[in-house]
């Protein structure tokens, strides 16, 4: 992944009435220098403070017409924003023409990225990342903060005898030396599963066994007080658990006994009801019957009763007609004869049916009387039955309920005895974890994890630092070598931190300025910028330093033309980088070829006087 830099354009000041103070800065290199107590050192912590820096600004006397800073800030793509923050603290307010301006929290927030800290990260595309804070390998969120200091050089820090990566104000070495490992390599602590502390495990350990000494100790009061015969706790179960199956196996069978009886009850009061229903109505189909035979009774006497009618008057057609007097074979009409012998004839043959008829009906008759004494057999039967199998639920319900009885008293003590079992389990189980945790050791940390940077990396980047102090005429053969126990620069056999302060200033400025050409060619997570306080300061006038000697180094150091190297080496690379650099000593000749500068002269009638 590239990572294109950015630079600061300018840092304003506003106050009220249009009150304006601004300081330019170049896109390459800018020098701002003057005199002390001109505004140099306060113009760095006011870059600091409005990204987000949680430092008040100094409380001078001439920033008192002043309410806000702002800093304009050319970001990658030629994104141009504005930063906005009130000059006693607080808040953000974030500038970007096109987009409406939003407030953003001055301190990081992993969780809500409204804040200038997760803004800047994502313009180095480094959000979400992960440092390692200490040797167990915890994590932390990597801020803004963690870069500020690498990249804004303040005067006390360039000249201490800490590593250039340590902010002294934070004494946090492992992260420092993490924040530098990530920045050299891309790669964060995110996989790195962290270990338990030492101190942490004591701690930890000791706690956990008194925790477990109270449960156990709470364990055996309760034991105590309701048991007074643990060891006969598991034969008393297996009894009653013994018991408990037998009633439940009897309770079972019972069940399925009244189940089986019930089921032949209802099957028996359904069938009983049924055959009633079909005595009553054969019983009506009886009476229908008697009835029917009287209507085949009277219908046969109705019947005969015209054929003996038809019969006589048929006989006496053989005597002389009484009307006329004339004998049979002189008779010239009927008389109505041949009628009178067809309703005979068909009285005779209806007389023959209807006997049929009821014939059939007396065989139907006696056979549903035949029917109807079975079913009363059959209801009789089937009641006599019936009470048998009432007389056995009866028998059979007392038993149950018993059983139940029984079952109802043995379950509560069945479930003392399983809770004093499991008393006596958990009260076991907790001796063994509390011997467990007196027994247990801190884990040891894996030799094999890789901490910090790697030895060819260190090398490149002293190749680097080499280079850089070659460009800038610093004596001596100039063989760096990056030491990974303090983190800092041996150059020529000698320890940066063994010499004066001013040779430690321009060492200082020569780490971070290899830093960031180290991160720029290889496209490593770096802002692009580096503001640096003093790093001259070899060549500070003893004149205006009463009592501060100069040692050998810087002796030889203030002999060569380190100073005009300096500069012009940072002013040919600035199209690779933006360099800001805040001095106490007059510039070389012909700088203004190669950088921007601006003079604070500290004199109210000749040229800017100061920042403000």
Same mark, same amino acid.
Request: hydrophobic share 35%; charged share 30%.
């Given at each position: 992944?590239?990572?294109?830099?950015?630079?600061?354009?300018?840092? %304003?000041?506003?106050?009220?009435?249009?009150?304006?103070?601004?300081?330019?800065?170049?896109?390459?290199?800018?020098?701002?220098?003057?005199?002390?107590?001109?505004?140099?050192?306060?113009?760095?912590?006011?870059?600091?403070?409005?990204?987000?820096?949680?430092?008040?600004?100094?409380?001078?006397?001439?920033?008192?017409?002043?309410?806000?800073?702002?800093?304009?800030?050319?970001?990658?793509?030629?994104?141009?924003?504005?930063?906005?923050?009130?000059?006693?603290?607080?808040?953000?307010?974030?500038? &970007?023409?096109?987009?409406?301006?939003?407030?953003?929290?001055?301190?990081?927030?992993?969780?809500?990225?409204?804040?200038?800290?997760?803004?800047?990260?994502?313009?180095?595309?480094?959000?979400?990342?992960?440092?390692?804070?200490?040797?167990?390998?915890?994590?932390?969120?990597?801020?803004?903060?963690?870069?500020?200091?690498?990249?804004?050089?303040?005067?006390?820090?360039?000249?201490?005898?800490?590593?250039?990566?340590?902010?002294?104000?934070?004494?946090?070495?492992?992260?420092?030396?993490?924040?530098?490992?990530?920045?050299?390599?891309?790669?964060?602590?995110?996989?790195?599963?962290?270990?338990?502390?030492?101190?942490?495990?004591?701690?930890?350990?000791?706690?956990?066994?008194?925790?477990?000494?109270?449960?156990?100790?709470?364990?055996?009061?309760?034991?105590?007080?309701?048991?007074?015969?643990?060891?006969?706790?598991?034969?008393?179960?297996?009894?009653?658990?013994?018991?408990?199956?037998?009633?439940?196996?009897?309770?079972?069978?019972?069940?399925?006994?009244?189940?089986?009886?019930?089921?032949?009850?209802?099957?028996?009061?359904?069938?009983?009801?049924?055959?009633?229903?079909?005595?009553?109505?054969?019983?009506?189909?009886?009476?229908?019957?008697?009835?029917?035979?009287?209507?085949?009774?009277?219908?046969?006497?109705?019947?005969?009763?015209? #054929?003996?009618?038809?019969?006589?008057?048929?006989?006496?057609?053989?005597?002389?007609?009484?009307?006329?007097?004339?004998?049979?074979?002189?008779?010239?009409?009927?008389?109505?004869?041949?009628?009178?012998?067809?309703? %005979?004839?068909?009285?005779?043959?209806?007389?023959?049916?209807?006997?049929?008829?009821?014939?059939?009906?007396?065989?139907?008759?006696?056979?549903?009387?035949?029917?109807?004494?079975?079913?009363?057999?059959?209801?009789?039967?089937?009641?006599?039955?019936?009470?048998?199998?009432?007389?056995?639920?009866?028998?059979?319900?007392?038993?149950?309920? &018993?059983?139940?009885?029984?079952?109802?008293?043995?379950?509560?003590?069945?479930?003392?005895?399983?809770?004093?079992?499991?008393?006596?389990?958990?009260?076991?189980?907790?001796?063994?974890?509390? #011997?467990?945790?007196?027994?247990?050791?801190?884990?040891?940390?894996?030799?094999?994890?890789?901490?910090?940077?790697?030895?060819?990396?260190?090398?490149?980047?002293?190749?680097?630092?080499?280079?850089?102090?070659?460009?800038?005429?610093?004596?001596?053969?100039?063989?760096?070598?990056?030491?990974?126990?303090?983190?800092?620069?041996?150059?020529?056999?000698? &320890?940066?931190?063994?010499?004066?302060?001013?040779?430690?200033?321009?060492?200082?400025?020569?780490?971070?300025?290899?830093?960031?050409?180290?991160?720029?060619?290889?496209?490593?997570?770096?802002?692009?910028?580096?503001?640096?306080?003093?790093?001259?300061?070899?060549?500070?006038?003893?004149?205006?330093?009463?009592?501060?000697?100069?040692?050998?180094?810087?002796?030889?150091?203030?002999?060569?033309?380190?100073?005009?190297?300096?500069?012009?080496?940072?002013?040919?690379?600035?199209?690779?980088?933006?360099?800001?650099?805040?001095?106490?000593?007059?510039?070389?000749?012909?700088?203004?070829?190669?950088?921007?500068?601006?003079?604070?002269?500290?004199?109210?009638?000749?040229?800017?006087?100061?920042?403000?």
């Amino acid at each position: 992944m590239t990572y294109a830099g950015w630079h600061i354009d300018r840092l %304003r000041f506003t106050g009220a009435d249009d009150l304006e103070a601004i300081l330019e800065f170049a896109p390459g290199l800018t020098l701002v220098y003057g005199a002390s107590n001109t505004g140099k050192s306060f113009a760095v912590k006011a870059i600091d403070f409005i990204m987000g820096g949680g430092r008040e600004l100094p409380d001078i006397r001439e920033r008192n017409p002043y309410n806000k800073v702002w800093m304009d800030l050319t970001l990658a793509q030629n994104r141009l924003v504005t930063l906005e923050r009130g000059i006693v603290g607080g808040g953000l307010n974030l500038h &970007e023409e096109g987009t409406p301006s939003r407030a953003l929290n001055p301190t990081h927030n992993a969780n809500n990225p409204a804040n200038i800290s997760t803004f800047l990260l994502r313009e180095m595309g480094a959000t979400g990342k992960k440092i390692a804070v200490d040797a167990s390998g915890t994590h932390n969120n990597l801020t803004f903060r963690d870069i500020a200091g690498i990249v804004l050089t303040k005067e006390i820090a360039i000249q201490s005898e800490a590593s250039p990566i340590e902010l002294g104000d934070r004494g946090d070495i492992t992260r420092e030396r993490n924040v530098l490992k990530f920045m050299m390599t891309g790669e964060d602590d995110s996989a790195v599963v962290p270990l338990v502390k030492p101190k942490d495990f004591k701690t930890g350990r000791i706690a956990k066994a008194s925790m477990l000494l109270d449960m156990i100790d709470q364990l055996n009061a309760e034991i105590a007080a309701d048991y007074s015969d643990t060891e006969g706790l598991p034969d008393q179960c297996a009894r009653i658990n013994e018991t408990l199956g037998r009633i439940e196996t009897e309770l079972s069978s019972a069940r399925t006994s009244i189940r089986t009886l019930l089921d032949e009850k209802r099957q028996l009061s359904s069938n009983i009801s049924a055959t009633e229903r079909r005595s009553v109505d054969i019983s009506l189909s009886l009476v229908s019957f008697e009835q029917l035979e009287a209507v085949y009774a009277s219908d046969i006497n109705r019947l005969e009763g015209l #054929e003996e009618a038809g019969f006589l008057l048929r006989r006496e057609a053989t005597d002389p007609c009484p009307v006329c007097g004339a004998p049979p074979e002189a008779q010239t009409h009927s008389h109505g004869l041949e009628g009178i012998e067809e309703v %005979r004839a068909a009285s005779e043959i209806e007389v023959l049916k209807i006997k049929q008829q009821r014939g059939e009906l007396i065989k139907t008759v006696e056979d549903t009387k035949a029917e109807a004494l079975k079913l009363v057999i059959s209801i009789a039967q089937m009641r006599e039955t019936l009470g048998v199998v009432e007389r056995k639920l009866e028998e059979a319900t007392p038993n149950i309920d &018993e059983q139940q009885r029984q079952l109802s008293e043995i379950i509560p003590i069945r479930d003392h005895v399983r809770r004093g079992l499991d008393l006596l389990k958990r009260r076991d189980e907790f001796i063994k974890q509390r #011997e467990a945790v007196e027994a247990s050791k801190a884990p040891k940390h894996a030799e094999t994890i890789q901490r910090g940077l790697s030895t060819q990396t260190a090398k490149e980047l002293a190749d680097v630092v080499s280079s850089v102090l070659g460009e800038w005429g610093f004596p001596g053969e100039r063989q760096v070598f990056f030491d990974l126990k303090t983190y800092d620069l041996i150059i020529d056999g000698k &320890e940066r931190r063994n010499n004066g302060k001013g040779v430690r200033a321009i060492t200082h400025a020569a780490f971070k300025v290899a830093l960031l050409l180290y991160c720029r060619e290889r496209g490593l997570p770096h802002p692009g910028f580096l503001v640096l306080d003093t790093p001259l300061l070899t060549y500070r006038d003893p004149m205006k330093s009463p009592g501060d000697t100069f040692t050998a180094e810087e002796h030889e150091l203030r002999k060569t033309d380190l100073k005009e190297r300096f500069f012009k080496h940072l002013g040919h690379i600035g199209d690779r980088a933006q360099f800001i650099v805040f001095e106490n000593v007059d510039p070389p000749d012909g700088i203004a070829k190669y950088a921007s500068v601006t003079a604070f002269t500290n004199d109210l009638d000749t040229g800017r006087q100061g920042l403000l």
